[in-house]
């Protein structure tokens, strides 16, 4: 038994740093959208978010937090790109988790690789 | 049996009672599913170590509930390929106390059986001590696990229910003890019920409202 707990945890091992061998795509981290530090990739597909209020997302319309696109701030911004993890998981999941909720056509919420594929990759 | 429907029944329920059809795809709530059959599996074997216990059923069991928690980690490092980058440096608190639990789970087994059990142990007492502690730090950290990831218990009373669940089996020894002998089910059977629950989870969430 010793053996074969030993051996599965050496294949997590495995698994975690060279990545599955069943699935054909992976995420892989780099230095997008002007990151400082290595992130996944993301897509978001905006077209079809146009019924959602746009500043649902994009707060800096009406709070006067800046004028660019979302990771001109979220991924550069040393005070707020530690947060970048929870903040975009709490907003896209929270979202599609509330429209769920109420019965409204939202979409689940997501496996990973929905949504950390880039948006160059099919 | 009933003990061990009970404990499924529990989780399972647990999960619905708010949301019960939120789904994140078939992929995802299977395996999930499996998580919360191993998490009952857990509290399973804690209510019936504590009375007079065979041994043997338990440690089978246990390799059982391994073998389910084992499905439910690897079911998603295989299938989902941005799985893994939640469990390395920088991952959630919640991931790394999932990865902890299985840990612990996996020593618990291992080093109780002999003569392993006998390197670390002086004695029967000692070894039913740390055991039990063990057991107390691999239903903690599971607990975490699930409350704070928050995938399926978006109400605050669910996350409150599963930790006096998770208080209550662990600490409630003497009650338990109370409900007579009961013996412990086959893995296999376990195994068949893990099954079944997470394939009725993901159906459940994923059928067309």
């Given amino acids: 038994m010793k053996t074969v707990f030993a051996v599965t945890v050496l294949l997590g091992v495995l698994v975690v740093v060279f990545g599955s061998p069943v699935t054909k795509e992976r995420p892989a981290r780099g230095y997008f959208y002007g990151s400082t530090e290595k992130i996944l990739p993301m897509n978001f597909a905006h077209d079809d978010h146009v019924p959602v209020n746009?500043?649902?997302?994009?707060?800096?319309?009406?709070?006067?937090?800046?004028?660019?696109?979302?990771?001109?701030?979220?991924?550069?911004?040393?005070?707020?790109?530690?947060?970048?993890?929870?903040?975009?998981?709490?907003?896209?999941?929270?979202?599609?988790?509330e429209k769920a909720a109420l019965g409204e056509d939202g979409g689940p919420p997501r496996a990973c690789m929905a949504c950390h594929l880039g948006d160059d990759l099919p | 049996m009933k003990a061990l429907y009970a404990t499924f029944g529990a989780v399972f329920l647990l999960t619905f009672l708010s949301a019960p059809t939120m789904g994140a795809g078939w992929f995802w709530d299977a395996g999930n599913g499996l998580g919360f059959a191993a998490y009952a599996g857990l509290l399973y074997l804690t209510i019936t170590s504590s009375r007079r216990l065979d041994v043997r059923a338990h440690q089978v069991l246990g390799y059982g509930v391994l073998f389910v928690a084992v499905a439910h980690a690897f079911w998603f490092?295989?299938?989902?390929?941005?799985?893994?980058?939640?469990?390395k440096l920088g991952a959630p608190d919640y991931m790394w106390h999932g990865i902890v639990s299985m840990l612990l789970l996996g020593i618990l087994i291992t080093v109780a059986l002999v003569p392993d059990r006998f390197r670390f142990h002086r004695d029967y007492p000692a070894f039913r001590y740390w055991h039990r502690v063990v057991a107390v730090a691999t239903i903690g950290t599971a607990t975490y696990h699930i409350a704070v990831s928050n995938f399926y218990l978006g109400a605050w009373y669910q996350s409150l229910l599963l930790v006096l669940l998770a208080l209550a089996v662990t600490f409630g020894r003497e009650y338990w003890a109370k409900l007579g002998q009961l013996g412990v089910a086959?893995?296999?059977?376990?195994?068949?019920?893990?099954v079944v629950c997470a394939a009725i989870f993901a159906v459940v969430r994923n059928l067309p409202t």
């Fill in chain 2, 186 to 194: 086959k893995a296999t059977a376990y195994v068949a019920i893990s």
């Fill in chain 2, 77 to 87: 490092m295989l299938g989902d390929a941005a799985v893994v980058e939640f469990m």
């Fill in chain 1, 54 to 97: 746009c500043v649902e997302c994009h707060h800096n319309y009406i709070d006067n937090t800046g004028g660019g696109l979302c990771m001109s701030c979220h991924v550069t911004d040393a005070a707020v790109w530690p947060q970048l993890e929870n903040q975009f998981h709490d907003l896209c999941r929270g979202c599609h988790a």
